[in-house]
């Protein structure tokens, strides 16, 4: 995988939760907190979780070390989630934006929630990130049906169609 690839998932993620903010912003924040079937038991626990791993991740990514459960709740209003959010992806963008193959290539050391330390190809684990950000996606966009909400067009292929990368 070279850099031009992850550069491209990464606005492809942007763009991907951002339809889900719309979506989100249809609801008020009782049905948001209300329980959904899924792993995380609401729209928004399943939220946070993401952008707590995300932050996790990224923290990693730059070296550094956070103290964050993965089903910690920093973002109860839909509101701050969706600030955070929106900051967080620019960042991803950004951070991708500046890596070559060769970083790619790196091997990140860090250690999880759990204090194991592993060591991992930078590339599997920016790939991780945006495969576990689809992951939780899928769901999401089963808690929003239940909500109401209309069914999202977030596949990669919408994304690639729109964007020119597939004709």
Not at 62 to 74: F, N, Q
């Amino acid at each position: 995988m070279n850099a031009e690839y992850f550069q491209m998932f990464a606005r492809y993620n942007q763009w991907a939760n951002n339809h889900v903010i719309a979506a989100c912003e249809t609801l008020d924040q009782v049905d948001l907190d209300a329980p959904r079937e899924a792993f995380f038991p609401s729209i928004m626990k399943t939220l946070n979780h993401l952008l707590v791993a995300d932050t996790l991740w990224m923290a990693r990514l730059r070296g550094e070390i956070l103290k964050m459960g993965l089903g910690d709740v920093p973002w109860p209003e839909f509101a701050d989630y969706k600030a955070t959010r929106t900051q967080y992806d620019a960042a991803l963008i950004e951070y991708v934006d500046r890596l070559d193959d060769a970083a790619l290539a790196g091997i990140l050391s860090y250690k999880n929630v759990a204090g194991v330390a592993y060591a991992t190809p930078r590339n599997i684990v920016i790939g991780h990130v945006f495969n576990h950000q689809t992951h939780h996606r899928g769901q999401l966009h089963s808690q929003l049906l239940s909500a109401g909400c209309p069914s999202l067009e977030i596949d990669m292929i919408y994304f690639a169609r729109l964007k020119g990368y597939s004709q």
